[in-house]
């Protein structure tokens, strides 16, 4: 993200680009979408290579705030759009 220059104001919601801009700041982010299927196919893998036995052995552990039944995805939706989680949200399929 380029910032140059807040001459339409430095507050973006809650966030203040001033803060940014004056502490050096990168934000990065990145697609898949525009990638080709064998650089998508080739990150899955190194994911997989790295993360896979971390998560296996502990040393990775997701973090989950809530799980729903899928019949309930209404109310799991709604604790996501309140920013109420911290950690995924995970739906539950049972019988």
Known sequence: MAVI???GGADVGAFNLRT?????????GAGLRSMDTAR????TRA??????????DGRL???VD???DWRDVGDAHLRMESNANIGKIVLRVTG
């Open 5 to 7: 220059g807040t001459l």
């Open 20 to 28: 940014l801009m004056s502490k050096r700041l990168l934000i990065a």
């Open 40 to 43: 998508k196919i080739a990150l």
């Open 47 to 56: 994911f997989s290579e790295f993360a896979l036995p971390r998560f296996a």
């Open 61 to 63: 552990v997701p973090m």
């Open 66 to 68: 809530s799980v729903f």
